[in-house]
């Protein structure tokens, strides 16, 4: 079965950077794209970017270009998001999600927190 | 942007009723509309794609509809395990939107 785990909670300081996992199992790695959404507490869910594990540009909301990174280890099956430059509006739950046939979400990570505080 | 707009924000129903939620996009987006269920604390769950295909696995209680900007998802029958908050999602175009959740509570 489809699987998607991802690395433990990581609490950082403003300004830093953060480097946060989802590892795929139960498919074909390269044959799906991965999203990002994020979750501020309390808040709704918010779409961070896509990568295509397969090769090819990533893309990115707006407001994280230029401190977003998107990367793949095929020989791992793993993905990941890099974030640099956090502020404490950045502190969210991550989640990874995978784009299925159908070009909808049809899996979930259960979700990285990154707390970012003084 | 495409803006996606769900009403009611909050909802309190019993066990046995049946609640309808509905979801507004700002463009035609056709039928790329998707459904996700959340509970605390916990990662969202698929329900729909395509407005109205269920994900595997999800029970024929949940149904969705609609097509162009106005969208709903039907709970028939609520349970205990249907509470918590539902959100939709265009993924016609980036970047990805959601609406900003239904809180459907126990009355």
């Known amino acids: 079965q489809v699987q998607l785990v991802q690395s433990g909670a990581e609490v950082k300081k403003p300004g830093a950077s953060v480097k946060i996992s989802c590892k795929a199992s139960?498919?074909?790695?390269?044959?799906?794209?991965i999203h990002w959404v994020r979750q501020a507490p309390g808040q709704g869910l918010e779409w961070v970017g896509v990568i295509n594990p397969g090769g090819g540009p990533t893309r990115f909301a707006q407001r994280f270009q230029g401190r977003v990174t998107m990367t793949r280890d095929t020989s791992t099956s793993t993905v990941y998001l890099d974030l640099r430059r956090l502020a404490s509006d950045d502190t969210a739950v991550y989640y990874c999600t995978r784009e299925g046939d159908n070009s909808a979400f049809d899996s979930w990570g259960q979700g990285t927190l990154v707390a970012v505080s003084s | 942007d495409i803006q996606m707009t769900q009403s009611p924000s909050s909802l309190s129903a019993s066990v046995g009723d049946r609640v309808t939620i509905t979801c507004r996009a700002s463009?035609?987006?056709?039928?790329?509309l998707a459904w996700f269920h959340q509970k605390p604390g916990k990662a969202p769950k698929s329900l729909i794609y395509g407005a109205s295909s269920l994900q595997s696995g999800v029970p024929s209680k949940f149904s969705g509809s609609g097509s162009g900007t106005d969208f709903t998802l039907t709970i028939s029958s609520l349970q205990p395990d249907d509470f918590g908050t539902y959100y939709c999602?265009?993924?016609?175009?980036?970047?990805?939107?959601f609406g900003g959740g239904t809180k459907l509570e126990i009355k």
């Open positions: 999602q265009q993924y016609s175009s980036y970047p990805l939107t």
């Open positions: 463009q035609d987006i056709s039928n790329y």
């Open positions: 139960g498919y074909t790695f390269t044959t799906y794209f």
